[in-house]
């Protein structure tokens, strides 16, 4: 059974930073990406960032680019968001997915597993 556990969100005021993580568990193969995404009170949900399997390849929305950075450890079968200069656009539930094969996709239907979502609030 695949376990997606996001961690890592708070209040924080404009201009700081997170950082998400998100622990994977029970993958079958060693071949998967990852990605983030988020959703607002009243909004759909909107793809944040992607990595591929290797780490070599990394996707941002445009509202995000810049500011954000994705990684991975694939030692510890984890992913990163690191938030900087964040806004309060930004405050959305924030949710990792997983999806098996290499490549990274902005697609939230691509995406086979997900984890329970994290809150991040930014105060103005």
């Known amino acids: 059974q695949v376990q997606l556990v996001e961690s890592g969100g708070g209040l924080v005021q404009a201009g700081d930073s997170l950082r998400l993580s998100c622990a994977a568990s029970g993958l079958t193969s060693s071949s998967y990406a990852m990605g983030w995404f988020r959703q607002a009170p009243g909004k759909e949900r909107e793809f944040v960032a992607a990595?591929?399997?290797?780490?070599?390849?990394?996707l941002y929305a445009d509202s995000v680019k810049g500011r954000f950075t994705i990684s991975r450890d694939n030692a510890k079968i984890t992913v990163y968001l690191q938030m900087n200069s964040l806004k309060p656009d930004d405050t959305a539930v924030y949710y990792c997915?997983?999806?098996?094969?290499?490549?990274?996709?902005?697609?939230?239907?691509?995406?086979?597993?997900w984890g329970q979502g994290t809150q991040v609030t930014v105060s103005s």
């Open positions: 990595i591929n399997w290797s780490g070599s390849g990394t």
């Open positions: 997915a997983a999806k098996y094969g290499s490549s990274r996709s902005s697609s939230g239907d691509n995406y086979k597993y």
